[in-house]
């Protein structure tokens, strides 16, 4: 049975820095490409950041573009997001997701696998 859970959400203030993780099991991690979304109190869940299995490549969506950054750890089978100069329209609850491809989750929203989420809640 696979599983992503998500850790370090909570509440930070605008312009902070936060780090959050993605643990998985049953899931063969290397093989598959990871990536973040998010949804905001009545919108519809979006696309944030997307990793290759390999590390290699990226995807960002233009609003986290230079503040967000996704790195992943094949060792310990984890995906983190590194937020920084966060916004209060950054507030979401967060979702780890993988998929084989990275192209296609960045692009076209292709999951295979979702975590449950955690709340990241940014003050003004």
């Known amino acids: 049975q696979v599983q992503l859970v998500e850790s370090g959400g909570g509440l930070v203030q605008a312009g902070g820095s936060l780090r959050v993780s993605c643990a998985s099991s049953?899931?063969?991690?290397?093989?598959?490409?990871m990536g973040w979304f998010r949804q905001a109190p009545g919108k519809e869940r979006e696309f944030v950041a997307a990793?290759?299995?390999?590390?290699?490549?990226?995807y960002y969506a233009d609003s986290v573009k230079g503040r967000f950054t996704i790195s992943r750890d094949n060792a310990k089978a984890t995906v983190y997001l590194q937020m920084n100069s966060l916004r209060p329209e950054d507030t979401a609850v967060y979702y780890c997701?993988?998929?084989?491809?990275?192209?296609?989750?960045?692009?076209?929203?292709?999951?295979?696998?979702w975590g449950k989420g955690t709340l990241i809640t940014v003050s003004s």
């Open positions: 997701a993988a998929h084989t491809a990275a192209r296609a989750m960045a692009n076209l929203g292709r999951i295979d696998y």
């Open positions: 049953g899931l063969t991690f290397s093989s598959y490409a």
């Open positions: 990793l290759s299995f390999s590390g290699n490549t990226t």
